[in-house]
């Protein structure tokens, strides 16, 4: 099973892009990188997938290295409501089915 | 309109009860899935349905019995609880079971057996 590996805490001043690493180096060919995050009380909340090229939706882009050994997860414009618990999380297939595996993930802190 | 709910939202009960947590989806997915995160907030599969047939069981327990009586609705239920089960359970739905599908979380239920 590919591992994650992430920050545990990160600070990031409010109106500022968060840039919140991962590291997956025995990431397979054809597993996708994910990332979820989970404010306070509440069910993670999906955000962006990728594979290989860069991702960007509404909500954050996704940048994967060309070894797609790393990844970074931008929220361009962090606001107090950002705050929250980040997870990276990349395939792992279990008896053919797939899941997802949550690890500690990192818990950014917006600052006003 | 709540896309993934799950009631009760908070659960205390004793050690060796039964009880039971329900979840209904009305984004029209087909498949369903149970998590558990404990007091470090580790979370963790428990199991998976698509079209009501189970298709992932972390080994959980057999106290813990899913059942799906249709694609929308996913309970949970729980036998002989005991203290290690005290934890947020979190229902989850997603189009298809393959990951490039997003899943979509319920609000969580905290069970808190005393």
């Known amino acids: 099973d590919a591992k994650t590996t992430q920050p545990t805490s990160m600070d990031c001043a409010e109106g500022r892009a968060a840039n919140l690493p991962c590291n997956h180096s025995t990431i397979s060919g054809n597993e996708y990188v994910y990332w979820y995050r989970q404010i306070h009380s509440q069910g993670p909340q999906y955000i962006i997938h990728g594979l290989k090229n860069n991702e960007t939706n509404e909500m954050a882009s996704l940048i994967i290295t060309e070894d797609r050994k790393s990844s970074t997860l931008i929220l361009p414009h962090a606001t107090l409501r950002d705050t929250a618990v980040y997870y990276c999380?990349?395939?792992?297939?279990?008896?053919?089915?797939?899941?997802?595996?949550f690890g500690t993930g990192t818990r950014l802190t917006i600052i006003p | 309109d709540t896309a993934v709910s799950q009631t009760p939202k908070y659960l205390v009960t004793q050690m060796g009860n039964d009880k039971s947590i329900k979840c209904e989806q009305n984004l029209g997915h087909d498949t369903m899935y149970w998590y558990k995160q404990d007091s470090k907030k580790f979370l963790k599969i428990m199991f998976s349905y698509n079209n009501k047939e189970l298709i992932i069981n972390e080994t959980v327990p057999n106290r813990f019995s899913p059942k799906s009586p249709d694609k929308a609705h996913l309970n949970l239920h729980i036998n002989s609880l005991e203290l290690g089960d005290s934890a947020v359970y979190f229902c989850?739905?997603?189009?298809?079971?393959?990951?490039?599908?997003?899943?979509?979380f319920g609000p969580g239920t905290r069970l808190t057996v005393t």
């Open positions: 999380i990349v395939r792992v297939v279990s008896f053919g089915n797939e899941k997802l595996t």
């Open positions: 989850a739905s997603s189009q298809g079971a393959r990951l490039s599908s997003e899943q979509y």
